[in-house]
């Protein structure tokens, strides 16, 4: 009897191993597979295992005491089927995606536990050491598959550039601290009134992902493609120009978006610099927001390449923008050339918040440097612009309230465009604005100093205050006028949109703002 107790305990912590290693994957993953961060979020997000370890440590105790019980065995079994189960309902926001590089990964760590997990039949502490190592194994696999990976991700990689150079569109790059995504659909959806455009899906800007899109999607029929360019270190934004070999460029922004990541707003300019240095330097001319002329790297190359740099602003710039805000939301929107390149252009964009000026204003000025014929018909295109999802997306039903879904915005600019969006647009419904925000992540030293400002906005504009997991930004939660707006605090934004449904007019407005990936919304209890 006890050794069939001890074979069914062995099946339940198979069990239980199976999940744990897909629910560590699944954090693994959002890591983008990076070993050192997913060591911090181990601590952060606490999935290192407690619940089962500690049932098996209670097991081995009263098994002792008992001098071997079938019994308590069957118990344990039983609690760690429960574990399981419960543990297969956690809702991921972004479920493990199980790729071939995932199931690699994943096969390698459940052979590296193999050992101590039959181990475990004759030692039950065998069982505390496999639960607890799993998310090492998981590191372990992926670091000794990495020759194997970058072979296959080399072989994937040189298929793209040789079909993007058999094709030759022209090559557009995108890049900055926030805003490219916008600007890379807005750019998208007016460049089509010249011809066809290729772009990648979302926010992919890395070059596995635009290997992946343009091995897949890229055709004869595309005049133009647009990468959209990230950066995770100086030299990232020069390795996709190597492989993409844009003619011009777009810099939208340079701000602390990602300062943790750099170290500092002046390693951010220098890296996003790599775009307009590459442009110029091969004959080509980048579109730039006046602002980052503020950052060395950017005047030192507007000085050097001169009327190849353009600069877009509302003062003191190539192209000087004005805009005028309409009833409802979106803009109209002028240009005017101040050396008389084109003549003075007006357009409607029908996005709401006023960093699509800039968004949209970048975007048109690039159009007319590629094709200025469409110069005449480029403001039919700007009047239909579609929303861009969870970008300051409006969402509307009739007898609902109205939402604004922002929830891939994560910087202070967008973070405050937001915000008095909601507020303008609560005053006109004559309801509240409610916010529903986790803060802003990956700000490095300027993490309190941000969160300190966004609180002054909220006041300003805020009626109630959703905060998703409290303890991540205590700077913003204490600078909040709790006499001027309600504040709740909430774990996640699934306790969030429960409670507002029980406390909602049609009347009012919900912005979700910064919905973070499930690593930083809430800590586990594995």
Same mark, same amino acid.
């Given at each position: 009897?006890?050794?069939?107790?001890?074979?069914?305990?062995?099946?339940?912590?198979?069990?239980?191993?199976?999940?744990?290693?897909?629910?560590?994957?699944?954090?693994?993953?959002?890591?983008?597979?990076?070993?050192?961060?997913?060591?911090?979020?181990?601590?952060?997000?606490?999935?290192?295992?407690?619940?089962?370890?500690?049932?098996?440590?209670?097991?081995?105790?009263?098994?002792?005491?008992?001098?071997?019980?079938?019994?308590?065995?069957?118990?344990?079994?039983?609690?760690?089927?429960?574990?399981?189960?419960?543990?297969?309902?956690?809702?991921?926001?972004?479920?493990?995606?199980?790729?071939?590089?995932?199931?690699?990964?994943?096969?390698?760590?459940?052979?590296?536990?193999?050992?101590?997990?039959?181990?475990?039949?004759?030692?039950?502490?065998?069982?505390?050491?496999?639960?607890?190592?799993?998310?090492?194994?998981?590191?372990?696999?992926?670091?000794?598959?990495?020759?194997?990976?970058?072979?296959?991700?080399?072989?994937?990689? =040189? @298929?793209?550039? !040789?079909?993007? +150079?058999?094709?030759?569109?022209? &090559?557009?790059? *995108?890049?900055?601290?926030? %805003?490219? #995504?916008?600007?890379?659909?807005?750019? =998208? @959806?007016?460049? !089509?009134?010249? +011809?066809?455009?290729?772009?990648? &899906?979302?926010? *992919?800007?890395?070059?596995? %992902?635009? #290997?992946?899109?343009?091995?897949?999607?890229?055709?004869?029929?595309?005049?133009?493609?647009i990468a959209e360019m990230g950066a995770y270190g100086e030299g990232s934004i020069k390795r996709l120009c190597d492989f993409a070999q844009p003619t011009v460029g777009i810099v939208t922004a340079v701000g602390d978006a990602h300062t943790e990541r750099f170290g500092s707003i002046d390693a951010i300019a220098r890296a996003k610099s790599e775009l307009v240095e590459y442009v110029c330097s091969n004959g080509g001319a980048a579109v730039i927001n006046a602002e980052v002329l503020r950052h060395a790297p950017f005047a030192t190359l507007k000085e050097k390449y001169g009327r190849q740099v353009v600069t877009v602003s509302a003062e003191n710039a190539d192209v000087i923008v004005n805009a005028q805000a309409a009833a409802g939301g979106g803009w109209t929107i002028g240009l005017h050339w101040v050396?008389?390149?084109?003549?003075?252009?007006?357009?409607?964009?029908?996005?709401?918040?006023?960093?699509?000026?800039?968004?949209?204003?970048?975007?048109?000025?690039?159009?007319?440097?590629?094709?200025?014929?469409?110069?005449?018909?480029?403001?039919?295109?700007?009047?239909?612009?579609?929303?861009?999802?969870?970008?300051?997306?409006?969402?509307?039903?009739?007898?609902?309230?109205?939402?604004?879904?922002?929830?891939?915005?994560?910087?202070?600019?967008?973070?405050?465009?937001?915000?008095?969006?909601?507020?303008?647009?609560?005053?006109?419904?004559?309801?509240?604005?409610?916010?529903?925000?986790?803060?802003?992540?990956?700000?490095?030293?300027?993490?309190?100093?941000?969160?300190?400002?966004?609180?002054?906005?909220?006041?300003?504009?805020?009626?109630?205050?959703?905060?998703?997991?409290?303890?991540?930004?205590?700077?913003?939660?204490?600078?909040?006028?709790?006499?001027?707006?309600?504040?709740?605090?909430?774990?996640?934004?699934?306790?969030?949109?429960?409670?507002?449904?029980?406390?909602?007019?049609?009347?009012?407005?919900?912005?979700?703002?910064?919905?973070?990936?499930?690593?930083?919304?809430?800590?586990?209890?594995?």
């Amino acid at each position: 009897m006890i050794i069939l107790a001890k074979l069914i305990v062995l099946g339940a912590l198979g069990v239980l191993l199976h999940t744990r290693l897909r629910t560590l994957l699944a954090y693994f993953q959002q890591e983008e597979y990076d070993g050192a961060r997913y060591l911090s979020a181990i601590k952060s997000v606490r999935l290192y295992d407690l619940r089962a370890s500690g049932v098996i440590l209670v097991a081995l105790v009263l098994n002792w005491a008992a001098g071997g019980s079938a019994f308590v065995l069957l118990l344990l079994a039983g609690a760690l089927l429960a574990i399981t189960w419960d543990e297969k309902r956690y809702r991921f926001k972004k479920p493990l995606a199980m790729t071939e590089r995932a199931q690699r990964i994943y096969y390698l760590a459940a052979a590296m536990l193999v050992a101590p997990f039959l181990l475990s039949l004759c030692w039950l502490i065998f069982a505390i050491i496999t639960i607890q190592v799993a998310p090492l194994a998981l590191i372990a696999a992926n670091r000794l598959l990495v020759p194997f990976q970058s072979r296959i991700n080399d072989k994937y990689i =040189a @298929e793209a550039k !040789e079909k993007l +150079a058999r094709m030759d569109p022209q &090559r557009i790059g *995108i890049t900055g601290s926030f %805003g490219k #995504t916008t600007v890379k659909h807005i750019l =998208a @959806e007016i460049l !089509e009134g010249s +011809a066809p455009v290729f772009y990648s &899906r979302g926010s *992919i800007n890395t070059v596995l %992902g635009l #290997t992946r899109h343009i091995r897949q999607r890229l055709q004869w029929s595309h005049k133009y493609f647009i990468a959209e360019m990230g950066a995770y270190g100086e030299g990232s934004i020069k390795r996709l120009c190597d492989f993409a070999q844009p003619t011009v460029g777009i810099v939208t922004a340079v701000g602390d978006a990602h300062t943790e990541r750099f170290g500092s707003i002046d390693a951010i300019a220098r890296a996003k610099s790599e775009l307009v240095e590459y442009v110029c330097s091969n004959g080509g001319a980048a579109v730039i927001n006046a602002e980052v002329l503020r950052h060395a790297p950017f005047a030192t190359l507007k000085e050097k390449y001169g009327r190849q740099v353009v600069t877009v602003s509302a003062e003191n710039a190539d192209v000087i923008v004005n805009a005028q805000a309409a009833a409802g939301g979106g803009w109209t929107i002028g240009l005017h050339w101040v050396d008389g390149t084109h003549a003075d252009l007006s357009f409607d964009l029908p996005l709401l918040g006023d960093h699509n000026v800039m968004n949209a204003a970048l975007a048109v000025v690039l159009t007319l440097l590629v094709d200025p014929k469409v110069a005449q018909e480029l403001p039919f295109f700007t009047k239909t612009v579609s929303q861009i999802p969870h970008r300051l997306q409006k969402i509307e039903n009739p007898g609902e309230p109205l939402v604004l879904d922002d929830a891939y915005n994560a910087n202070e600019l967008g973070f405050k465009a937001a915000v008095a969006t909601l507020h303008d647009l609560a005053k006109e419904r004559g309801g509240r604005a409610i916010l529903v925000t986790p803060g802003v992540a990956e700000l490095g030293m300027e993490h309190d100093a941000v969160h300190v400002r966004l609180a002054e906005t909220c006041n300003e504009f805020c009626d109630t205050i959703y905060i998703v997991n409290p303890s991540r930004i205590r700077s913003f939660v204490d600078g909040l006028d709790q006499s001027r707006v309600k504040v709740v605090t909430v774990a996640s934004f699934y306790e969030a949109r429960a409670k507002i449904d029980a406390d909602i007019t049609p009347d009012d407005v919900v912005l979700y703002e910064n919905d973070l990936p499930d690593l930083l919304e809430e800590q586990r209890l594995l």
